[in-house]
């Protein structure tokens, strides 16, 4: 009989431990994430007549920094900060008559809205750990959002002539050697999975298009789209305590 009460109990534990989840956020309401990315270009230069192959076709690495405030419990915004890199190289067989390759340093500076789609009140996958007294001391959960938003990317390009012993084709009017300013749009999807209830993981996959046809230096003749290129990321976010007025809390970060 008495291991029978047990069934209840716990399930009034797990209550508890879902409603105190939706209390706490309200106190972890800042986040940073720490990340590192590749990069799939889709420019002028490239095998744009092989797509899944440009998606491998010079792929270049991105690190940054997104910091985050919850507005509310499924809604937030952060700020997204990264040096990205470009880069890629044509067909040698091109039909465009050019043999081209190119390397582009990015600073990527913008601000996006992210929409919590599961996890903040639904449980995907959820774990719990009590302690000798019953309690919850930790609570691990997946969450699942999408994003989007517009940055700014400054960016300095160099392309190369590979049948001109690597020269700068410096005589082509579609070369752009010069400091390149766009907006760009990103759009994606992320998962992330608490670790503790200051450490999280997460994943993101996402697409952003330009407004330029210059972020790899060159515009072809032949050109009809502007730049665009994909992003896989993998993230470190620590989350930061506020106190009830809303104040990031540094002192006791690792309590």
Do not use: C
Request: hydrophobic share 35%; net charge neutral.
């Amino acid at each position: 009989m008495k291991n029978k009460l047990w069934i209840p109990v716990i399930a009034l534990l797990l209550i508890t431990s879902v409603d105190s989840y939706g209390q706490r956020w309200k106190l972890r309401r800042y986040e940073l994430d720490l990340y590192v990315a590749g990069v799939a270009f889709h420019g002028d230069i490239g095998e744009a007549n092989k797509p899944f192959a440009n998606m491998f076709n010079g792929f270049r690495p991105s690190f940054g920094v997104t910091p985050r405030f919850m507005l509310t419990q499924s809604i937030a915004v952060a700020v997204d900060l990264s040096y990205t890199m470009y880069g890629g190289k044509d067909d040698p067989d091109s039909s465009h008559g050019r043999y081209y390759s190119f390397n582009t340093n990015a600073f990527v500076h913008g601000i996006r809205g992210e929409y919590y789609i599961l996890g903040t009140r639904e449980n995907i996958f959820a774990s719990g750990m009590y302690n000798k007294r019953g309690m919850v001391n930790s609570y691990n959960r997946l969450f699942l959002y999408i994003y989007g938003g517009v940055s700014g990317v400054l960016s300095k390009s160099t392309v190369k002539d590979l049948d001109n012993d690597g020269e700068e084709p410096v005589d082509n009017p579609g070369y752009n050697n010069n400091m390149v300013y766009s907006a760009v749009f990103p759009v994606g999807v992320g998962f992330k999975f608490e670790i503790d209830p200051r450490w999280s993981i997460g994943f993101e996959g996402g697409y952003n298009f330009s407004l330029s046809d210059y972020l790899d230096g060159y515009a072809s003749e032949y050109s009809e789209y502007n730049d665009s290129y994909y992003t896989l990321s993998v993230k470190g976010i620590l989350k930061i305590r506020n106190d009830k007025n809303g104040r990031p809390v540094f002192k006791k970060l690792y309590r």
